[in-house]
């Protein structure tokens, strides 16, 4: 009997592997895997036992040729010593049955047979429900084939991965089955499912960047679609971060029932879109960020913080008045010509300056403003700055020398500030007028010039 024993479970397995199935002593073999509904890890320690309906009791020990992972044998018969089959790690229930005590399915009626699976962290899974009613006798509206003498519900002895699930069920009605029905997998429910945690918080662009309290966001499945609400605990896959004075300013904090549909598998990756808050200025409309999660899985956690950029605050410029006086007078020159430079001595690229260039001609008050875009330049102009305006005489002017110049250093300059110099010409000076003293000399009594008297003066 033993060798029988051995003989059919090399047969178990051979089938497990895809070798080719014969009806063997009357026979059936079935085989699968119990797993979790969710994350489709085989569950270890659940416990299978069959029944005949039709009697209200469990299948006798005669009934089983084989009965994988049972834990003793009877010495004399080589039938297992329990009805109750408890899987090992790899989750796998195999079981040869025979027919050779009343509780076994026979030639002469058809029975109903249950299939009990049970576990204390467990349930009959009503996430991946069985099929109604009792399995058929052929599986053809299933799209299931007796291929090789043997119905494959599934092509492998492990959990499924894919969608739709394959079919399973809980009762069979037949009479005396022959083929092995194999890699027929049942999926039972936590009852205390574990969420994969999925949380953050938006934040302004750049490393430490300010949350942004309100942000709209949205948690995507691997598929690219929101994921349904049978996929989250209660929530939507649109919400809105914390507002302000809220427990987590701009966090959230998604709870994922992996496994609960395909949009939410386990292992997958889940992607949360930011938007800015509803009516917020403080962002471009169209501002967006997408960012990635890494692989979730059944009681998983992991942080995203999508990233916003702000608009940008209006550019401030720096104030550089520049009024040139006469050195003498301490008067304006209008139209002196001026030209300012930065820190490195070099006139100011256009980059630098709002419309204009570093050359100007100073107004009817001899005056004249540069606006200075501090960091459009590194090199040229930077924020702190010492910057020198340089004047020179207006265009054609003959009051001042034709080289007559003067440069003026400002203060440091930062955005939003402002600063005057006021360089000094110093004009052409004025031409020498000599003083005229005229001597007439006159004799005292006639009034008479005398010519060619002698005077010194």
């Known amino acids: 009997m033993f060798k029988i024993q051995r003989w059919i479970k090399g047969l178990a397995i051979g089938l497990a592997l895809g070798a080719t199935a014969s009806p063997a002593l009357g026979a059936v073999l079935l085989t699968g895997v119990i797993h979790d509904s969710r994350t489709r890890e085989p569950i270890r320690n659940a416990q299978v036992q069959l029944w005949n309906a039709e009697l209200g009791a469990a299948l006798d020990r005669a009934c089983y040729l084989y009965w994988d992972e049972a834990p003793d044998y009877d010495p004399v018969s080589g039938q297992p010593l329990?009805?109750?089959?408890?899987?090992?790690a790899n989750g796998v229930y195999s079981v040869v049955l025979e027919h050779g005590h009343p509780t076994c399915p026979d030639t002469v009626a058809p029975v109903r047979m249950e299939m009990r699976v049970s576990h204390p962290d467990y349930m009959i899974s009503s996430l991946v429900p069985a099929e109604g009613g009792a399995a058929p006798e052929s599986f053809a509206a299933y799209g299931i084939t007796n291929r090789d003498g043997a119905y494959f519900v599934s092509d492998a002895l492990a959990a499924p991965s894919g969608w739709p699930r394959p079919p399973y069920w809980s009762e069979w009605r037949a009479t005396k089955i022959t083929t092995p029905v194999l890699n027929h997998h049942i999926p039972l429910d936590a009852r205390a499912p574990r969420p994969a945690e999925l949380s953050g918080v938006v934040r302004e662009t750049g490393g430490g960047g300010e949350p942004i309290p309100g942000a709209r966001i949205v948690v995507s499945g691997p598929n690219g679609q929101p994921l349904p609400a049978v996929c989250l605990f209660g929530e939507d896959a649109a919400r809105t971060a914390d507002p302000e004075g809220g427990p987590n300013p701009g966090g959230y904090l998604y709870r994922i029932d992996i496994g609960a549909d395909a949009a939410c598998p386990s292992g997958g990756i889940y992607t949360v879109t930011a938007r800015p808050p509803a009516g917020s200025t403080a962002y471009p409309p169209a501002a967006v960020d997408s960012k990635p999660s890494d692989p979730l899985s059944f009681g998983g956690r992991d942080q995203v913080d999508p990233e916003l950029t702000p608009v940008p605050a209006p550019v401030l410029p720096a104030e550089l008045t520049v009024v040139v006086r006469d050195s003498e007078s301490g008067e304006t020159i209008p139209g002196a010509r001026v030209v300012v430079s930065g820190p490195n001595g070099q006139p100011l690229p256009n980059a630098c300056l709002?419309?204009?260039?570093?050359?100007?001609?100073?107004?009817?008050?001899?005056?004249?403003?540069?606006?200075?875009?501090?960091?459009?330049?590194?090199?040229?102009?930077?924020?702190?700055?010492?910057?020198?305006?340089?004047?020179?005489?207006?265009?054609?002017?003959?009051?001042?020398?034709?080289?007559?110049?003067?440069?003026?250093?400002?203060?440091?300059?930062?955005?939003?500030?402002?600063?005057?110099?006021?360089?000094?010409?110093?004009?052409?000076?004025?031409?020498?007028?000599?003083?005229?003293?005229?001597?007439?000399?006159?004799?005292?009594?006639?009034?008479?010039?005398?010519?060619?008297?002698?005077?010194?003066?």
């Open 82 to 88: 329990t009805t109750i089959l408890t899987t090992g």
């Open 354 to 457: 709002f419309g204009e260039n570093a050359a100007q001609t100073a107004d009817a008050a001899g005056r004249h403003v540069y606006r200075i875009d501090l960091g459009a330049d590194a090199a040229a102009c930077p924020s702190g700055g010492i910057y020198t305006a340089t004047a020179v005489p207006p265009a054609g002017s003959t009051a001042y020398p034709p080289a007559a110049v003067d440069s003026r250093t400002s203060d440091p300059l930062s955005a939003g500030g402002r600063d005057q110099v006021d360089p000094e010409l110093t004009p052409v000076p004025a031409p020498v007028l000599p003083a005229e003293l005229t001597v007439v000399v006159r004799d005292s009594e006639s009034g008479e010039t005398i010519p060619g008297a002698r005077v010194v003066v």
